[in-house]
């Protein structure tokens, strides 16, 4: 039972175009909403968060959205650069604060 | 600081051996998580330590799968024996707390295949 999906495996995008990345999550208890990115051969490392009373947050390029009702957040990438391919994944934590990832999103950005 | 350290990077074995995975947190770090990454599932969480102490295991597959803490800088996580089906990229991850919103950092990984 996946309480967190990504539904895209992959997405391509062109360097300086809009990059954006879904996940669904179905656990109206998780309190707090992450990003992590993974290059090959390396470990998640974590990009952006947002909190369940929140809507949105910004750090830079990296907008990340979050839609409660629909339970549905995104990650903008504005502009994309090709330093962005990578695979991302989004993540809820439960109130005890166990992480509960996505399967990822593999992302490409062309020069 | 080093970060989380993994070895081996890469691990082949042949079905039905042991398989030893090892992981060396952050140091001070008080918490550390073993993860499974698989294209179907994504990062499963398989058990955590809490100052050494396993708190959940409930993500742990089988009882083929054991985990261990002897010491604050060092975990284990053992398959035996090993089957197909176990071949994924196994991650360690340490952080300082269990708090919602902190950060886990994530060793390198190990890659294993079971033929």
């Known amino acids: 039972d996946q309480q967190v999906k990504q539904n895209s495996p992959s997405l391509s995008v062109q360097e300086g175009r809009i990059s954006i990345l879904n996940c669904d999550y179905t656990?109206?208890?998780?309190?707090?909403f992450l990003w992590y990115k993974k290059y090959p051969a390396e470990g998640p490392t974590f990009l952006i968060s947002?909190?369940?009373?929140?809507d949105k947050n910004e750090d830079g390029r990296f907008t990340v959205f979050l839609n409660k009702s629909a339970k549905h957040l995104s990650l903008h990438i504005v502009p994309s650069q090709p330093g962005d391919s990578a695979v991302y994944f989004c993540?809820?934590?439960?109130?005890?604060?166990?992480?509960?990832f996505g399967q990822g999103t593999e992302l490409s950005v062309k020069p | 600081d080093a970060g989380v350290i993994q070895s081996p990077r890469h691990e082949v074995t042949e079905m039905g051996q042991e398989v030893t995975l090892r992981c060396k947190p952050i140091?001070?770090?008080?918490?550390l998580f073993w993860y499974r990454q698989t294209m179907m599932r994504g990062l499963e969480l398989l058990i955590y330590?809490?100052?050494?102490?396993?708190?959940?295991d409930s993500g742990m597959p089988e009882d083929r799968f054991s985990a261990k803490m002897p010491n604050a800088s060092f975990s284990t996580l053992k398959i035996q024996p090993s089957e197909p089906r176990d071949s994924a990229v196994y991650f360690c991850?340490?952080?300082?707390?269990?708090?919602?919103?902190?950060?886990?950092?994530f060793g390198p990984g190990t890659r294993l295949t079971v033929l």
């Open positions: 991850a340490s952080s300082s707390s269990m708090s919602s919103y902190n950060e886990q950092f």
């Open positions: 656990n109206s208890m998780f309190d707090y």
């Open positions: 947002i909190s369940s009373i929140k």
């Open positions: 993540a809820a934590t439960n109130p005890g604060g166990k992480l509960i």
């Open positions: 140091s001070g770090h008080d918490y």
């Open positions: 330590f809490n100052n050494n102490v396993p708190i959940d």
